[in-house]
């Protein structure tokens, strides 16, 4: 069974940064699309960013283009997504999973486990 970790979060004030990781074990991690989701108090978790397995292509939302990067590992089964000028509208609680191809702001997650995530707090 697929066990994912995300770590990372904390507080920071807007304009901050913060570098999110993923761990993945119990599974072949290469073979998967992974991405990076969010959620809002009240709100629904929403993808952020994604990135294939083949050849660490990278799909953003619109909202975090040119301020979030993502990235992975395949020899450490670890993704990474490294934020910058964070908002304070962006905090939430930030998760990982596998995704299907294509990517698209509506892209869900494709295992049935999520890990605990991880709190990113950004302060005005």
Not at 16 to 36: E, I, K, N, P
Not at 95 to 109: I, Q
Request: proline share 3%; with cysteine.
């Amino acid at each position: 069974q697929v066990q994912l970790v995300e770590s990372g979060g904390g507080l920071v004030q807007a304009g901050g940064s913060l570098r999110l990781s993923c761990a993945c074990s119990g599974g072949t991690f290469s073979v998967y699309h992974m991405g990076w989701f969010r959620r809002a108090p009240g709100k629904e978790r929403d993808l952020v960013a994604a990135i294939t397995w083949t050849d660490g292509k990278p799909y953003y939302v619109d909202s975090v283009k040119g301020r979030f990067t993502i990235s992975r590992d395949n020899d450490k089964n670890t993704m990474y997504l490294q934020m910058n000028s964070l908002r304070p509208e962006e905090t939430a609680g930030y998760y990982c999973n596998a995704v299907l191809w294509p990517f698209s702001a509506t892209t869900k997650s494709t295992l049935g486990a999520w890990g605990q995530g991880t709190q990113v707090t950004i302060s005005t």
